[in-house]
């Protein structure tokens, strides 16, 4: 299994180009599979999770070519719509996939997907929303049996929380349904706006609208299109993370700030002085870090749920408290036990962490125990003392581009064993 040495110490420093986003890449890879041309995806990052999908795709019939960070698809003519548990179990964003089958092939077969460890995340309103479209959705044995006579049926659906990847599921079936969808309390990531941004190129006409409606006016068919991906807003956040903890200079092109607007506030909170553009954000972290008074996570636009185990490995080394509560999963603080190897101190009760500042962190053998929460042992390890071994990087691999290569252009002592 593959592992991080990490030599705490240096500061990250320098100029990155970011990779595009892995959220919205993912669900664009699994609408791909609907129009009955081909799709040239750009700006898709090279991540183990983007191969995953890439897979998906092959085993339903598509022809696809990676190079680089450009993807071609070429659709499948038909298929028994069956997904093997190996593919739906290597993420659990597999699920996005469903909408997508059940659209093109009229029938889908998968099992339950798998993914991070982040607590119960079922898959209800998903399987709610495409049964009201008009799906037959039957539980047998662990496998999900799905079949529609014909196509999907635009209806009203309400959603009772703004699920990411139930809107996504929702607007890839509605854009060839029959008549029109309107989805209230969809979820309004950025990545939702991608995805309906690559549909529409299609052909499709989905609108998003302020007061978290979706509207998707379902047509005859879609035309393959390119689309480029935006960049991945919670790399970005990560990699300022790196440069924030060690008192860094760091300069991120290619991102998109606005992405951020509840994310960069905090970094000035901490100390952190920052300018940007449009598109490149600069970092400057201080010699000592400040207190983030609170970090809430919340559906989009509030703090994303992502960013907040690499925020909580620089709230480690602030001069002061830091309270979290994290409203999106359960169980997402396990990079907590991890972080306390390393000399943090940390105090979880339900969804709320406080985290007591340390004035220094040292090494300790750590194990990822899921994608965001190993990005912050990465981020805590570049500030400790000595030399940190990181298990189990394989989940980092589902989320960050060629980490260790980026990292170690920017300064950082870090080697893959
Ligand atoms: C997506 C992101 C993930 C991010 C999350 C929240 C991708 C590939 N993944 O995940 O990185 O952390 O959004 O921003 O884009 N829920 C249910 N029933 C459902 C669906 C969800 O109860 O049918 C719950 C989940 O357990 C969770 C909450 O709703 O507590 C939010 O989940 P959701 O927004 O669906 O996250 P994902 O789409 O899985």
Do not use: W
Not at 273 to 288: A, D, F, M, N, V
Not at 302 to 324: E, R, S, W, Y
């Amino acid at each position: 299994m593959a592992k991080y040495r990490i030599e705490g110490g240096g500061r990250i420093g320098g100029e990155l180009h970011m990779h595009g986003a892995k959220n919205a890449a993912l669900p664009i890879l699994a609408a791909s599979l609907v129009p009955a041309t081909p799709s040239v995806i750009s700006n898709c990052p090279q991540l183990s999770d983007v191969d995953a999908a890439c897979n998906i795709l092959r085993c339903l019939g598509c022809t696809v070519i990676q190079q680089g960070p450009s993807v071609t698809i070429q659709p499948a003519a038909d298929h028994g719509g069956e997904i093997p548990d190996n593919l739906m179990g290597e993420m659990r964003s597999s699920i996005l996939f469903l909408g997508a089958v059940i659209t093109r092939f009229g029938r889908a077969r998968i099992s339950y997907p798998g993914g991070c460890e982040l607590g119960p995340r079922p898959i209800d309103m998903h399987i709610s929303a495409l049964r009201k479209m008009g799906a037959i959705i039957e539980e047998d044995h662990g496998y999900l049996d799905c079949r529609v006579d014909g196509r999907l049926t635009g209806c009203e659906i309400s959603l009772p929380f703004p699920s990411v990847g139930a809107t996504e599921n929702v607007m890839i079936a509605a854009s060839i349904a029959q008549g029109t969808t309107i989805l209230h309390n969809a979820a309004r990531e950025p990545e939702i706006v991608d995805l309906a941004g690559y549909l529409n190129a299609c052909g499709a006409k989905v609108t998003i609208h302020s007061d978290s409606t979706v509207v998707v006016e379902g047509v005859e068919s879609l035309t393959g299109a390119e689309y480029s991906v935006i960049p991945d807003r919670i790399a970005t956040a990560t990699y300022l993370c790196a440069a924030a903890i060690t008192g860094g200079d760091l300069l991120l092109r290619g991102v998109c700030s606005g992405h951020l607007a509840a994310v960069l506030p905090v970094f000035e909170e901490m100390g952190c002085q920052l300018t940007t553009t449009r598109h490149s954000i600069r970092l400057k972290g201080p010699e000592r870090l400040l207190p983030a008074a609170h970090i809430k996570t919340m559906p989009y636009p509030g703090f994303p749920t992502d960013a907040q185990a690499p925020f909580m490995a620089v709230a480690c080394l602030a001069d002061g408290n830091t309270i979290f509560v994290e409203n999106i999963f359960e169980s997402r603080y396990k990079q907590a036990g991890e972080l306390i190897k390393m000399g943090a101190k940390i105090r979880l009760e339900g969804r709320v962490a406080v985290v007591e500042g340390v004035p220094s962190l040292h090494s300790a053998s750590v194990r990822c125990t899921d994608l965001r929460g190993g990005a912050a042992l990465v981020v805590a390890a570049l500030a400790a003392e000595g030399s940190t071994l990181i298990q189990d990087v394989r989940h980092i691999d589902r989320g960050y581009e060629r980490l260790e290569e980026n990292l170690g252009r920017l300064g950082a002592r870090i080697i893959r064993e």
